[in-house]
């Protein structure tokens, strides 16, 4: 089989990582890809967002299954594209259509498809740019901290969490009057729930569906959870709270009504399904859901992926799925990420990097790289993760931490506490 993976991070790195495993793979293409996907397979610089271009690739080097890594192609409407020609009806495409991609494409969306299929959530409502003083005076109503949440993609930036009702219903204005952009066009205000975050994924063809391993990643900065929210400092899997009782609760409360509420809406889903989810007392709510997989989550859900991936994505394309068989490693995997210095506010790209070839107890994922004359540079914000397998989370990220200190560039930065909580 001729695969193409689209997307450029760490996320990528991992799938090309294990689809590179397959018995069933004949050829790899990663779109645009970076200096770590070029170790498994064909680095391509396409443009992700420009559909004709990619299919035209697809049909000259006779591709058989393009997989969409970021949310963006999806949200735009990659799928359907492919669906709507009929020269392209060979190519399969590991990902939902737009109308599911939704589900991440819109706050708004989202939280009244939960609504409406009874799955847990924090209670709100959502404005229109026009609604303003409507907005303040619901906020009014509620208890602090405030969340207001871009309706839109807002490359993971849209949320805000605010203690106070001046700020809320200044940022609020802000965020009408273009601070991220179309995204903050429709703001959904919803109630703070106070509880620990987790990450579950499925994989789905729409009907049926495998329950892959959860995680927590680690979003702020700074540690002990301070700063800004970057894209993802490290991640954990398994989480140690996430006991067969809870993912009880999980599967039928919210995956199976998830499952249920896309059949009934007709949506063409294939691929994955992102639940962010809060542990409250020991009840799961949803936060928000992604149509494909987390990163740095990536980077330790798959390494525990032991069943040929590649296999499964076939069962998602061709709606099989529930004849294929999931085998999971029973250890943890822990992964660190190494960012720039200043991330995740201004940073330079094109340090070199130098150590990686020296690591040797983790798996190194690459996220912001590139390759020039034989010497890797960083590329970007988030620049490597050093992902670890060990029998217990301690022996994970001693693994991890001990790996991240013998990679240099200039202002390498790395959190020392991942999983301090756990």
């Known amino acids: 089989m001729n695969v193409l993976i689209l997307g450029s991070g760490g996320r990528e790195h991992a799938l090309s990582w294990k689809i ?28 992700i967002s420009d559909f004709q271009t990619i299919s035209s690739f697809a049909l000259k080097e006779n591709v058989d299954m393009i997989i969409v890594g970021p949310e963006d192609p999806l949200v735009k409407g990659i799928h359907d594209y492919f669906l709507a020609d009929k020269k392209f009806k060979n190519i399969k495409i590991a990902g939902p259509a737009k109308q599911a991609a939704m589900l991440e494409g819109s706050k708004e969306f989202a939280k009244k498809f939960m609504q409406d299929n009874n799955i847990p959530t924090a209670a ?37 969490i605010l203690d106070s009702y001046k ?7 802000e965020m009408f ?43 702020r900065i700074g540690e002990g959870d301070t700063g800004l929210n970057t894209g993802g400092m490290g991640a954990i899997s398994p989480v140690p709270f996430a006991n067969s009782a809870f993912m009880k609760k999980v599967e039928s409360r919210i995956i199976q009504p998830t499952m249920d509420g896309i059949r009934r809406a007709g949506m063409n889903y294939k691929g ?14 949803v936060i928000e859901y992604n149509v494909r997989m987390g990163d740095p989550e990536a980077e330790v859900v798959i390494p525990r992926i032991q069943s040929d991936l590649l296999n499964l994505f076939s069962g998602v394309c061709e709606g099989n799925l ?34 990686h070839n020296k690591v040797e107890k983790s798996i190194v994922f690459h ?20 992902s670890s397998y060990g029998n217990n989370m301690k022996e994970a990220l ?8 013998k990679i240099q560039f200039e202002g390498v930065y790395f959190r020392k506490d991942i999983g301090f909580d756990l």
């Open 20 to 47: 590179s495993q397959s018995p069933l793979l004949k050829k790899l293409f990663i779109a645009p890809g970076n200096a770590g996907t070029g170790l498994h397979g064909q680095n391509v610089a396409l443009d």
């Open 124 to 160: 709100f409502k959502s404005f229109g740019k026009n609604s303003y003083e409507e907005a303040c005076q619901f906020l009014k109503t509620m208890t602090p901290p405030y969340v207001l949440k871009a309706d839109g993609l807002a490359a993971g930036k849209g949320v805000l």
């Open 167 to 173: 700020k809320a219903c200044d940022d609020l204005k």
């Open 177 to 219: 009057e273009g601070k991220f952009g179309a995204a903050g066009n429709r703001v959904v205000i919803e109630q703070f729930l106070e509880g620990t975050e987790l990450s579950v994924f499925v994989l789905t063809d729409g009907n049926s569906y495998v329950l892959l391993p959860e995680a927590k990643d680690y979003k």
């Open 272 to 285: 994955f399904i992102f639940f962010g989810l809060i542990n409250v007392k020991g009840d799961p709510f």
């Open 322 to 355: 529930d004849r294929k068989r999931l085998k999971l490693d029973g250890r943890t995997v822990s992964t660190v990420m190494l960012v720039s210095g200043g991330y995740p506010g201004s940073y330079e790209k094109g340090k070199p990097i130098t150590g």
């Open 367 to 386: 996220a912001g790289t590139k390759m020039e004359s034989g010497q890797i540079y960083t590329n970007g914000g988030r620049v490597m993760a050093l």
């Open 398 to 405: 001693a693994k991890s931490f001990d790996s991240a200190r």
